[in-house]
Nanobody, 120 residues
Framework: QVNLVESGGGLVQPGGSRRLFCQAS????????MGWYRQTPGNQRELVAL???????TYSESAKGRFTISGDNAKNTVSLQMNSLNVEDTAVYYC??????????????WGQGTQVTVSS
């Protein structure tokens, strides 16, 4: 059983900043990657940013230059610093983690989501 708990969502004005935080707990060996996805009503969940155990980072085009992902393997946490937010960033943000076992079986885990609303 793996639990991912997000925090940091809320209302922010256009041009403002917000930091999301995710803490993993439960029974697991290690994560190969952790990251953030987001979803708006009627749309598919989309990748925002991902960081591997080795520290390699991947960003969506909309996140590049504005968002910064960071992780702590020892503490099983991942954060997302979001700057220069605009109304298009309004979404439910989900923490994500993945791990691969000895047989290369991929397991994916999701948090419950935290709402970020960008509005004046």
């Amino acid at each position: 059983q793996v639990n991912l708990v997000e925090s940091g969502g809320g209302l922010v004005q256009p041009g403002g900043s917000r930091r999301l935080f995710c803490q993993a707990s439960g029974t697991f060996f290690k994560f190969d990657a952790m990251g953030w996805y987001r979803q708006t009503p009627g749309n598919q969940r989309e990748l925002v940013a991902l960081i591997t155990e080795g520290g390699r980072k991947t960003y969506s085009e909309s996140a590049k230059g504005r968002f910064t992902i960071s992780g702590d393997n020892a503490k099983n946490t991942v954060s997302l610093q979001m700057n220069s937010l605009n109304v298009e960033d309004t979404a439910v943000y989900y923490c994500y983690a993945e791990s691969t076992d000895y047989y290369d079986h991929l397991s994916e885990y999701w948090g419950q989501g935290t709402q970020v609303t960008v509005s004046s």
